[in-house]
C-alpha cells in the first residue's frame, strides 16, 4: 500500500533500497543511484508545509516595474509567426468587428415589443425578474430549498428572441 505522501508525489525515477545508516550525505554521490538517494534523503528532511514570513512594507516599496519596449530583441529564426499568420489574423479580426458593427446598427433600429419594461441598471431585483421571468423569480424567492432552483429559465411569457438579442448587445 503506498503512503500519503507517495499517493501525493509519486516516485518518477526507481531507486533501489538502501539502508539509511550505510548512507554517509557527506560525501559526493559516485553514481545516478546514490544522487537520487541523496536527493531523496534531503526531501525526507523539509518539512511538508513551509510559512513565509513576508513583510508587507517591503512588498509595498517594489509593486511598479516599468519596461522599456526600445531594447527588445527579435525573436529568432523560426520562433516569429509568418506574415501569412499576422496578415490571417488580422483578416479574422477585421470580419469579427465588421460583424459586430453590422449587428449593433441592425438591433439599434429594432424596437422593443411594446409590453417589455426595461429595468433600471442599477435595479438588481428587476434584472433579476427581467432575465428569469417573474414566475422563476418568485418561486425562487418562496423556495429556500437549494434543489428547486436547479434549472432556472425564461419566462417566455414576458421575453421573446428579439427582447433577448437586443438586451445581448
Known sequence: MKSDVEELMPRLLPVEEYDVEDFDPS??????????????????MCPDVMVAQIDPKKLK???????????????PEGFS?????????????????????KHREHWKLQSLDNNVVMP?????????????????????????????????????VKVNKNTIQCCLN
Open 120 to 156: 433600471n441598471p442599477e435595479d438588481e431585483e428587476g434584472w433579476l425578474k427581467f432575465c428569469l421571468g417573474e414566475k422563476v423569480y418568485f418561486e425562487r424567492l418562496l423556495s429556500q430549498d437549494d434543489n428547486d432552483n436547479e434549472n432556472p429559465g425564461i419566462d417566455y
Open 61 to 75: 516599496k517594489n509593486q511598479t516595474v516599468n519596461i522599456s519596449l526600445s531594447g527588445c530583441q527579435p525573436a
Open 81 to 101: 509567426p509568418s506574415l501569412k499568420w499576422q496578415q490571417l489574423q488580422v483578416a479574422n479580426f477585421s470580419d469579427v468587428r465588421q460583424n459586430v458593427n
Open 27 to 44: 560525501v559526493p554521490p559516485r553514481n545516478p543511484q546514490e544522487y537520487l538517494r541523496q536527493v531523496q534523503l534531503e526531501a525526507s
